[in-house]
T-cell receptor, first 109, second 113 residues
């Protein structure tokens, strides 16, 4: 089971780009990297998923180096509404996924 | 389309009582999961089911049981609740156990006194 390490908290100002890096040194060959966002009193919500290189959607980008031992979630031009906890997950859904404690992002004006 | 629903929304329960948290999804997803979330500990997987008729243990299964009689429902039972089971419980589902995104329910806030 791949263990992930990400910063406990990050602060940013509105309009800035935020990059959250997750380390997963023992990622397995078949593992995907998935990021979720969670607002208070709500369940987590899927943001983006990737296997290698770069993935981009309307919300974020995910950068994965060739060795796949880390990944970086990039949020362009954050707003106050991006204040949330962000979780990095590595593995195959259904096999004891570990959400960990996530990164608490605070965006201020 | 409701997606994934949980009931009850919240519950206060006396220690020693039996409680079943309900979870239903209408997306015909194969895999379903139960997590608990405690302050400072993130989300921890309790039990999961990759398909109807099968279940597996997650990180913190003790004191909980699940069943998966059909695709849509995945109830979580606390046979004899204890105060340490006070938590917010989230149910989730995904269409595939292999890399599929999980969809979460709104959660059940359970307090055991």
């Amino acid at each position: 089971l791949a263990k992930t390490t990400q910063p406990i908290s990050m602060d940013s100002y509105e309009g800035q780009e935020v990059n959250i890096t997750c380390s997963h040194n023992n990622i397995a060959t078949n593992d995907y990297i998935t990021w979720y966002q969670q607002f208070p009193s709500q369940g987590p919500r899927f943001i983006i998923q990737g296997y290698k290189t770069k993935v981009t959607n309307e919300v974020a980008s995910l950068f994965i180096p060739a060795d796949r031992k880390s990944s970086t979630l990039s949020l362009p031009r954050v707003s106050l509404s991006d204040t949330a906890v962000y979780y990095c997950l590595v593995g195959l859904s259904g096999y004891a996924l570990n959400f960990g404690k996530g990164t608490s992002l605070l965006v201020t004006p | 389309i409701a997606g994934i629903t949980q009931a009850p929304t919240s519950q206060i329960l006396a220690a020693g009582r039996r409680m079943t948290l309900r979870c239903t999804q209408d997306m015909r997803h194969n895999a379903m999961y139960w997590y608990r979330q405690d302050l400072g500990l993130g989300l921890r997987l309790i039990h999961y089911s990759n398909t109807a008729g099968t279940t597996g243990k997650g990180e913190v299964p003790d004191g909980y049981s699940v069943s998966r009689a059909n695709t849509d429902d995945f109830p979580l039972t606390l046979a004899s609740a204890v105060p340490s089971q006070t938590s917010v419980y989230f149910c989730a589902s995904s269409d595939s156990p292999s890399g599929g995104q999980q969809f979460f329910g709104p959660g059940t806030r359970l307090t055991v006194l």
